[in-house]
């Protein structure tokens, strides 16, 4: 989650990243967030509709106001990661439900960039459809236009590749390949949360089903 290919310029919430710096809400998070009271109950709070990205949207609405959001790579939390690798795929469909839950709100240019992941889904969507055609005979293309069809997915593995050779020095080899089919199944089940955001109705948080809440006491 700290990697740049993953999260973009969100890999921030995840690691420390550069000096104190003025920022936007893409690298800050609401587990790790100082917010002045005045200004929160100027903008009304949360719009407890939107979960998760409240704060993202609240965060978006303070800046065009003219307020100014902060970055300390040295204020840092620690928390617990999700368990299992179930809970993992369920988090990035959240977060990709969230952010164009936000964007339906609340668009701004600064969600562009969390198109790339359902945009992304759409291309291996097609391109599957397009292979299974070949090979079944149903259509015949020039090997040309194949090799132009397989070159983005082709980019991508080498971006990832990058990716994971830069990840070698802070977290070892080991690490760094379990992270590589980590990052693409965030990018892809990210994208499905993005367009299952875009075409659901915003529920309010009686609408939506009981959440489990455990409090555990962590030795540090």
Request: proline share 7%; aromatic share 10%; glycine share 10%.
């Given at each position: 989650?700290?990697?740049?290919?993953?999260?973009?310029?969100?890999?921030?919430?995840?690691?420390?990243?550069?000096?104190?710096?003025?920022?936007?809400?893409?690298?800050?998070?609401?587990?790790?967030?100082?917010?002045?009271?005045?200004?929160?109950?100027?903008?009304?709070?949360?719009?407890?509709?939107?979960?998760?990205?409240?704060?993202?949207?609240?965060?978006?609405?303070?800046q065009k106001r003219g307020?100014?959001?902060?970055?300390?790579?040295?204020?840092?939390?620690?928390?617990?990661?999700?368990?299992n690798l179930k809970a993992?795929?369920?988090?990035?469909?959240?977060?990709?439900?969230?952010?164009?839950?936000?964007?339906?709100?609340?668009?701004?240019?600064?969600?562009?960039?969390?198109?790339?992941?359902?945009?992304?889904?759409?291309?291996?969507?097609?391109?599957?459809?397009?292979?299974?055609?070949?090979?079944?005979?149903?259509?015949?293309?020039?090997?040309?236009?194949?090799?132009?069809?397989?070159?983005?997915?082709?980019?991508?593995?080498?971006?990832?590749?990058?990716?994971?050779?830069?990840?070698?020095?802070?977290?070892?080899?080991?690490?760094?390949?379990?992270?590589?089919?980590?990052?693409?199944?965030?990018?892809?089940?990210?994208?499905?949360?993005?367009?299952?955001?875009?075409?659901?109705?915003?529920?309010?948080?009686?609408?939506?089903?009981?959440?489990?809440?455990?409090?555990?006491?962590?030795?540090?």
């Amino acid at each position: 989650m700290g990697s740049w290919l993953a999260f973009g310029p969100s890999c921030a919430r995840y690691r420390s990243v550069g000096k104190l710096r003025e920022s936007s809400e893409k690298e800050l998070i609401l587990c790790n967030l100082v917010a002045r009271r005045d200004a929160m109950l100027e903008l009304g709070g949360f719009n407890e509709k939107l979960y998760p990205n409240e704060e993202n949207a609240l965060m978006d609405e303070l800046q065009k106001r003219g307020g100014k959001l902060l970055y300390d790579p040295h204020f840092i939390v620690h928390r617990r990661p999700r368990s299992n690798l179930k809970a993992f795929m369920r988090m990035l469909m959240t977060y990709g439900r969230g952010r164009a839950e936000q964007f339906k709100v609340h668009p701004t240019f600064g969600s562009v960039l969390n198109f790339a992941p359902p945009l992304f889904d759409v291309y291996l969507l097609v391109l599957m459809a397009g292979l299974i055609s070949i090979a079944g005979g149903l259509i015949h293309l020039d090997p040309l236009w194949v090799r132009a069809g397989l070159s983005p997915l082709a980019l991508y593995l080498v971006m990832v590749l990058v990716q994971i050779a830069a990840l070698v020095p802070r977290g070892g080899v080991r690490n760094s390949l379990g992270a590589l089919p980590l990052i693409a199944l965030t990018h892809i089940l990210y994208g499905l949360g993005f367009w299952r955001g875009l075409f659901t109705p915003l529920r309010s948080p009686e609408q939506r089903p009981p959440m489990q809440v455990v409090l555990e006491h962590v030795q540090v």
